[in-house]
T-cell receptor, first 113, second 116 residues
Framework: DAKTTQPNSMESNEEEPVHLPCNHS???????IHWYRQLPSQGPEYVIH???SNVNNRMASLAIAEDRKSSTLILHRATLRDAAVYYC??????????????FGKGTLLTVNP | GAVVSQHPSRVICKSGTSVKIECRSL??????MFWYRQFPKQSLMLMAT?????????EQGVEKDKFLINHASLTLSTLTVTSAHPEDSSFYIC????????????FGPGTRLTVL
């Protein structure tokens, strides 16, 4: 699986938007971009995924660069409960959800009150 | 979303004993489950892929005789840490995918193992 690069940590203030970047310059044409997050002492949870077009769901938005070599997870209004480690992961869409995920180091998001 | 549970959530055992951790998919069938280990302030490391009705596939460097995996039904996979030692103390997390048109994996809440 292609590798992703994320900043080690980011900080935000409550109720402000947060933009979490991810670089994936070696992404292949069939790789989905997935985002998961892990709250302290919990298992990861799915946030969002996309292929080429920008995506929105109730948790976040995913903006994908036109060349797909980078993407940005957008939390529109950060809350204290959004403090977590955010992981950007690539997975070949041919392999489906029964294929293993490879976690990088992720970005530790701190939200200040 | 689908629910994956783990039991126990926390276990403390003496060195040399064996510990079994259960991972259940509560509202879907999972032909494949995954076991991860996470040390403090580190990322998740995949240990093995658990396949229902067949042998697990272990990642390089993971001792299959020490970390026994059984996936006897479509809703249950177990990880047994045999002859546990303090260095096995870690956060163990399982996950499962629903397959089909679903893209995401669902993770259990994790099991904190402390070996004294």
């Amino acid at each position: 699986d292609a590798k992703t690069t994320q900043p080690n940590s980011m900080e935000s203030n409550e109720e402000e938007p947060v933009h979490l970047p991810c670089n994936h310059s070696t992404i292949s044409g069939t790789d989905y971009i997935h985002w998961y997050r892990q709250l302290p002492s919990q298992g990861p949870e799915y946030v969002i995924h996309g292929l080429t077009s920008n995506v929105n769901n109730r948790m976040a938005s995913l903006a994908i660069a036109e060349d797909r070599k980078s993407s940005t997870l957008i939390l529109h209004r950060a809350t204290l409960r959004d403090a977590a480690v955010y992981y950007c992961i690539l997975r070949d869409r041919e392999k489906g959800s029964n294929y293993k995920l490879t976690f990088g180091k992720g970005t530790l998001l701190t939200v200040n009150p | 979303g689908a629910v994956v549970s783990q039991h126990p959530s926390r276990v403390i055992c003496k060195s040399g004993t064996s510990v079994k951790i259960e991972c259940r998919s509560l509202d879907f069938q999972a032909t494949t489950m995954f076991w991860y280990r996470q040390f403090p302030k580190q990322s998740l490391m995949l240990m093995a892929t658990s396949n229902e009705g067949s042998k697990a596939t272990y990642e390089q460097g993971v001792e299959k005789d020490k970390f026994l995996i059984n996936h006897a039904s479509l809703t249950l996979s177990t990880l047994t840490v045999t002859s546990a030692h303090p260095e096995d103390s870690s956060f163990y997390i399982c996950s499962a995918g629903r397959g089909g048109s679903y893209n995401e994996q669902f993770f259990g809440p994790g099991t904190r193992l402390t070996v004294l």
